[in-house]
């Protein structure tokens, strides 16, 4: 979809310095999870754009992507943000990205800060699909605790992994090695590689793992 005005349907705390943004879906818009779009909105005098990953398991009615602050580091995108409304327009284009859930009857998503986006739309998805789920998630500070503790109630294998603590024990848990089981990683580059190394400990195959990189 080309760049397209919409609007802010809703906005909430997803955790701490964490935003979880609804915006209405276009008509023609279709995204799985895991994918992203560029978003557009005037910031001061300018126009500026950033990529948000999809956090909600469909885009039916409406669509979210989530939004994590550092106060020290907070430049004049993230303070706009911090400062949006229900009813506000935003312009979005995408979706974009190919790492994404396919209707896969396992999945095992391992995440890293606001890689607990994707890794939480998918989970739902998988299981709303009948399908089996499995979230490694590391990260400072947990954004979107409801979430995964419903996905966890609901069947799935979920672990929750301190900023420090390693991946590798809690990867070999979630991971089976059953033929219909994909991996997928998401999170910053220093992330994705303690990740990969994790899948390969646990016997997996990290170039079989679908990754997103978030720099």
Do not use: C, W
């Amino acid at each position: 979809m080309d760049a397209t005005e919409t609007t802010v349907a809703a906005v909430r705390e997803a955790g701490e310095n964490a935003l979880a943004i609804d915006l209405e879906t276009p008509g023609g818009f279709e995204a799985e999870p895991g994918q992203f779009v560029r978003l557009t909105a005037p910031v001061g005098e300018t126009t500026e754009s950033r990529f948000y990953t999809v956090s909600s398991p469909n885009t039916v009615g409406t669509f979210e992507f989530t939004v994590g602050f550092d106060p020290e580091e907070a430049g004049p995108f993230s303070d706009y943000l911090r400062g949006i409304e229900a009813g506000d327009a935003v312009t979005v284009a995408g979706p974009f990205g190919s790492h994404h859930y396919e209707a896969e009857p396992r999945v095992v998503v391992v995440a890293g800060g606001p890689g607990v986006g994707p890794a939480v739309a998918i989970a739902e998805r998988a299981l709303a699909d009948d399908g089996r789920a499995a979230v490694v998630y590391r990260d400072d500070a947990v954004v979107h605790e409801d979430r995964l503790s419903a996905v966890a109630a609901a069947g799935a294998d979920v672990f929750l992994l301190d900023e420090n603590e390693p991946l590798t024990d809690a990867v070999a848990a979630a991971h089976t090695g059953a033929d219909d089981e994909q991996t997928f990683v998401y999170g910053f580059e220093d992330f994705v590689a303690d990740a990969e190394a994790a899948i390969e400990a646990a016997g997996g195959d990290p170039d079989a793992a679908k990754i997103e990189s978030f720099g």
